[in-house]
């Protein structure tokens, strides 16, 4: 209570005009009044730790998410490297049959359903909303009056996107696709199932291909039913090498597009859910890359405030102290 007098002393004595050779009474006078002071007058005890106690906590924080994020990438890094493997012998599986029966992007049908190949988690960069917005440029190319174009969602977060303004064309939505390693068997049930239960003509799935750890490219396949594959060929459409082959046994050219339409997106979808998931982690490793980088900035800035403050503060108290000692002396 005291230092506390003397400090507002010396600031009054500070801010008033300068008294030549003040008598000891006079300084005395001036200390029994300062010591009379109420306790509510005075600055509450340890007012000036305040700002540095707010930076200190700000920076404390700063480094915890720093932690976060660089445990996030290291994470993503040392699944990367094993799905990239898959990824890279899954491309041989699709890619066979576009020679066999062509990809055609710009076929007009009556019923189109587009298969949106998204993450369950965030914090992966733009690669979520990468994938909606080929989505929804893609249906409002392929809806017309006499069209009917229809979505299934395979991941959280393109469902909570496309649920905003497509809630009525959701047909599908499949979630934690990824809470375990994907697999062909896995990616086979569900294909069948969204066969069994979706109406379609062509099957357009979007996914987003994966070439390096900073770079992904949206990717549209485009697999046609049997009968309107059969109506392509027989019109002369661009349909692959399938006619010039000899159909040898008791299946007729329908049961063979069938079971190759069923096995094409089976094996599209796998290529798909891999490639998405390696892209997935790539984007989270630059993100996370980039949000430690911005961590270390701001906690640099922040050390700054804080040893200045810090400075400020010790400053002002010497100058308080001396200002005092100087009046009592005097």
């Given at each position: 209570?005291?230092?506390?007098?003397?400090?507002?002393?010396?600031?009054?004595?500070?801010?008033?005009?300068?008294?030549?050779?003040?008598?000891?009474?006079?300084?005395?006078?001036?200390?029994?009044?300062?010591?009379?002071?109420s306790q509510p007058e005075m600055a509450p005890l340890g007012a000036r730790s305040i700002s540095t106690q707010v930076v200190r906590n700000r920076m404390k924080s700063v480094k915890n998410i720093q932690k976060i994020t660089k445990a996030m990438k290291m994470v993503a890094a040392s699944k990367l490297r094993a799905v990239q493997t898959r990824t890279e012998n899954s491309r041989g599986l699709w890619q066979p049959f576009t020679a066999l029966l062509g990809d055609a992007p710009s076929v007009d049908v009556k019923k189109n359903v587009i298969v949106a190949i998204t993450s369950d988690k965030g914090l992966c960069g733009g690669i979520n909303s990468t994938s909606v917005k080929v989505s929804r440029a893609l249906h409002k190319l392929t809806s017309g009056p006499e069209k009917e174009s229809k979505y299934v969602i395979l991941g959280e977060k393109g469902k909570v996107q496309l649920v905003r303004d497509s809630r009525n064309n959701i047909e599908m939505t499949v979630t934690e696709l990824q809470k375990n390693p994907i697999n062909y068997t896995q990616i086979a049930v569900l294909a069948d199932d969204i066969l069994k239960n979706v109406e379609y003509d062509a099957l357009r799935v979007i996914f987003n291909k994966f070439h390096s750890v900073i770079s992904f490219k949206p990717t549209v396949v485009t697999i046609l039913s049997p009968e309107v594959a059969e109506k392509e060929s027989e019109a002369g459409g661009k349909m692959g090498d399938l006619d010039s082959y000899e159909i040898e046994g008791g299946e007729t050219k329908?049961?063979?597009?069938?079971?190759?339409?069923?096995?094409?997106?089976?094996?599209?979808?796998?290529?798909?859910?891999?490639?998405?998931?390696?892209?997935?982690?790539?984007?989270?490793?630059?993100?996370?890359?980039s949000s430690s980088r911005n961590a270390g900035d701001m906690l640099d800035r922040l050390t700054l405030t804080y040893n200045r403050t810090r400075q400020a503060s010790i400053t002002t108290e010497l100058i308080e102290i001396i200002s005092g000692a100087s009046a009592l002396e005097g």
């Open positions: 209570m005291a230092m506390a007098a003397l400090r507002r002393e010396g600031r009054r004595i500070l801010l008033s005009p300068t008294v030549p050779n003040p008598s000891p009474a006079a300084a005395s006078a001036a200390v029994t009044r300062s010591s009379a002071i329908s049961e063979i597009l069938q079971n190759l339409a069923e096995f094409q997106f089976s094996c599209v979808l796998y290529n798909g859910a891999l490639e998405n998931a390696c892209s997935e982690l790539g984007a989270r490793m630059s993100a996370m890359d």
